[in-house]
Nanobody, 115 residues
């Protein structure tokens, strides 16, 4: 079955950096677009970044452009979200996502940006 497992979240000061990782299994990773979403308390889940199967095309929500970078390693079935210049408003649970006939989510990893 499809499994997505995120890691790398934590507490970081404003302006700091974190790298989130998502390891995938149960589907043909090299053929799937992958995405990162986040959900802050009291807010709807929003798409943060997405990457095509080859990694040639990426898209970001406006609020993270220039600060976040999504990348992937198809051989290792890994997708990363490198976050820099973190702001308190980036505080959220971050989820790895794939649409593979159905939509699948990881369990999420908490990112807290606070001094």
């Amino acid at each position: 079955q499809v499994q997505l497992v995120e890691s790398g979240g934590g507490l970081v000061q404003p302006g700091g950096s974190l790298r989130l990782s998502c390891v995938a299994s149960g589907f043909t990773f090299s053929r799937a677009a992958m995405s990162w979403y986040r959900q802050a308390p009291g807010k709807e889940r929003e798409m943060v970044a997405t990457i095509t199967p080859s990694g040639s095309t990426v898209n970001y929500t406006d609020s993270v452009k220039g600060r976040f970078t999504i990348s992937r390693d198809n051989a290792k079935k890994l997708v990363w979200l490198h976050m820099s210049g973190l702001k308190p408003e980036d505080t959220a649970v971050y989820y790895c996502n794939v649409l593979w006939m159905f939509e699948y989510w990881g369990q999420g990893t908490q990112v807290t940006v606070s001094s």
